[in-house]
């Protein structure tokens, strides 16, 4: 046992946990424990976007894809900066349009009550599904550390973000991801560093290596009208188009990422929160793909087996190669994206339960006891991501499953958020018909076909578009809305 590096991940741990439950004396009102009192500046809710975007499966996924394949999945990062604006010009001027807690709410505006349980209830399963594949991904990390795959220590971990989550809150959830997205960057930088100085002939060797394996392609323009062009994960038109429909799904119409746009001040805060965590987000995938390339170039020259789980290959780096101390730190950092993304998946859970849900059904509650509530359904939630993660051993490589399970979803959830934005004929049965047909077409395409993961939320989103639309021509339909979000 390396007690240095355990004594280091133990202090981070213990350290985090007691700085965001220092929020606790915050949390007077629901909007204090759902929106951080929309006090936070924007760059600290930029940086809670990408510790939100940025979870394990990232760290050790990434990687991973360097090194079993190419440089490919940059071409998915340009069509995340096509969705930002789509969502800074489509979406975000009706979210700051009075004072909403969830996504949802601008559904049940446009439609009615009965989509907002619809939209809301998906994203609660969908979230809940890709968080468990994310709590799955921590066991990855502890098995290297601890050598045993005892499923104990994810619990702790789990608890641990449950605690300060349930204490401090979405402004708890806001810092904590500020000082967690740092350190996992650091621990980035100092690991791409380790690995290049441990290669002889260094960067020079690197590139020739990996352009000699074809690993420095970027761009795949192959366009042919065949279904092979669908099974491709990153090509160009996959990434730009496949990207951007992914992106203004998860940006902007899932509580995860919407709760924190409306914890801006203001909607131009919220607007260049989501332009500068872009910029990050390019940075650090263009860094963990290179050090995918490393790793690569690493084993080659040392004839090492690769990991029999190829999303081992950087944690299992991390922790027999660097130096005792380092490994620790940067480990912790694994560790920290993931409790990053945790707590803010339990506050989006509990939040939606909450808002979309109970206060339904306790509309003369007072905020008191709906304060209590939303603390007790985000330990509910903990509980249910811990049993997800007991499931989700045999779903595949972690990055491509999380992203998978998530995209089944999000085009029902964008279809219907763009008949709600963009059309003015469409009601609230059509849309519900609408979302019913992407999500069960997004089953088959998902279990009953080869189409890669990126073309999901496209098909999803076009059939949920246009079947909405096509019923709205079938069925007359006087709106419910209290409100209209076309003036």
Known sequence: MRYLDLAIIALYLIGITWFGARFKETQ?????????????????????????????????????????????????????????????????????????????????RRFGPNIRKLTAGSFLILRALAEGVRVFAISIVVSIILGTGDMLSIIVIVCLTLFYTFEGGMTAV??????QMFLYILGAIVSFFVILQAIPGGWTHVMEVTSAAGKLQIFDFRFEPTLAFFTRSYSFWAGILGGAFLTTASHGTEQLMVQRLLAAKTEGESRAALFSSWFVILLQFSMFLMIGLMLFVYYADNGIARPAIVDQIYPRFIWEQLPVGISGLIMAAILAAA???????????????????????????????LLSMAKYATVVWGLVLVAIGFLARQWGSVL????????????????????GLLTRRVGEKAAMAGMTAGLLTMFYVKFGTKIAFTWYVLIGTSVTFLTGVLVSYILTEKSTSTETLHG
Do not use: C
Request: charged share 10%; hydrophobic share 55%.
């Open 339 to 369: 409790m990053s993304n945790l707590s803010a998946a339990l506050n989006a859970l509990a939040s939606t339960t909450i808002m979309d849900f109970y206060k339904i059904l306790r509309p003369a509650a007072a905020e008191a006891h």
């Open 28 to 108: 007077k009102s629901l909007k204090d424990y759902f929106l951080g009192g929309r006090n936070a500046p924007w760059w600290a809710i930029g940086f809670s976007i990408v510790s939100a975007e940025t979870s394990t499966l990232t760290i050790i996924g990434t990687p991973a894809l360097a090194f079993n394949g190419n440089l490919g999945f940059l071409q998915v990062v340009l069509g995340y900066l096509l969705a930002r604006i789509i969502i800074s010009l489509l979406f975000l001027p009706h979210y700051f349009r009075g004072e909403m807690y969830t996504a949802y709410e601008l559904m049940r």
């Open 174 to 179: 806001i810092w904590t991801d500020v000082i």
């Open 400 to 419: 491509e499953a999380g992203l998978g399970i998530a995209s089944i979803v999000y085009g029902g959830l964008l279809g219907v958020f763009l008949l």
